[in-house]
């Protein structure tokens, strides 16, 4: 093989590392904030149906 040849085989090769490491980084931000995001609504429901209870008893008081 010529040089030129090793040289395409060598940047092939590399960007394809990089892609897969660029994938790969992103899926695990996607995921982490995927978790985030469902702990953030878990704890938003609690409050709403707090304020839920709070109004039914208040009305329910009336």
């Known amino acids: 093989m010529y ?3 090793w ?3 060598i940047a092939v090769v590399l960007l394809t590392l990089l892609g ?3 994938f790969t ?3 695990r931000r996607m995921v982490s904030r995927s978790a985030a995001s469902y ?3 878990q704890e938003l429901h609690a409050k709403l149906d707090e304020i839920i209870r709070l109004l ?3 009305e329910k008081d009336k």
């Open 3 to 5: 040089l030129g040849d």
């Open 7 to 9: 040289l395409i085989l």
């Open 20 to 22: 897969v490491f660029s």
């Open 25 to 27: 980084l992103f899926m």
């Open 39 to 41: 702990s953030s609504d």
């Open 56 to 58: 039914n008893k208040l």
